[in-house]
T-cell receptor
């Protein structure tokens, strides 16, 4: 059973470009979470999605950031008009049901560098 | 969300047991206690979780105080590969994990 797959592993974008980060959850998992980790800092929750629904986006910046988890295909975290402060590692996690009592399985992240 | 308090760092020698403490005095009755660890340049990895009773798995043991206001993650024999940041997290009804700063464990040969 493949783990959570994130791609690309590394992404370089110039200021003003768009970044698209993809996350394929583990087979059978319908809950996806996105986290951001700035250098030398802890993980910050961004958004929690179930298939076709955003459940909690309280950690996501109101502008330029969006996330989706369509019925078919991977979850996508999209950052429009990237700025240098967006440079970070973005981690995706999945679980078979709501997280309470159910462990999250994390991918190895996408490291975004904005030049 | 209930908060946890962990030491910033701990050290251990290889082959020795490691006890990583976590205080969570404001834990609610339905909060699970989760432990994750993060190795350098990797995503967090689930270690163990429990509600009231002590738990054991192939990676570690979790000892939960009777009043549930503290817990201890036990690595029975530390290896160099156990060097990581260990996060103690309470999982309430909000369905998201809130990571703190964790404990950075160093393991010496």
């Amino acid at each position: 059973n493949a783990g959570v797959m994130q791609n690309p592993r590394h992404l370089v974008r110039r200021r003003g470009q768009e970044a698209r980060l993809r996350c394929s959850p583990m087979k059978g998992h319908s809950h996806v979470y996105w986290y951001r980790q700035l250098p030398e800092e802890g993980l910050k929750f961004m958004v929690y999605l179930q298939k076709e629904n955003i459940i909690d986006e309280s950690g996501m910046p109101k502008e330029r950031f969006s996330a989706e988890f369509p019925k078919e295909g991977p979850s996508i975290l999209r950052i429009q008009q990237v700025v240098r402060g967006d440079s970070a590692a973005y981690f995706c996690a999945s679980s078979p049901r709501g997280q309470e009592g159910s462990p999250l399985h994390f991918g190895n992240g996408t490291r975004l560098t904005v030049t | 969300d209930a908060k946890t308090t962990q030491p910033n760092s701990m050290e251990s020698n290889e082959e020795e047991p490691v006890h990583l403490p976590c205080n969570h005095s404001t834990i609610s009755g339905t909060d699970y206690i989760h432990w994750y660890r993060q190795l350098p340049s990797q995503g967090p990895e689930y270690v163990i979780h429990g509600l009231t009773s002590n738990v054991n798995n192939r990676m570690a043991s979790l000892a939960i105080a009777e009043d549930r206001k503290s817990s201890t993650l036990i690595l029975h024999r530390a290896t160099l590969r156990d060097a990581a940041v260990y996060y103690c997290i309470l999982a309430g009804s909000t369905d998201k994990l809130i990571f703190g700063t964790g404990t950075r464990l160093q393991v010496f040969p």
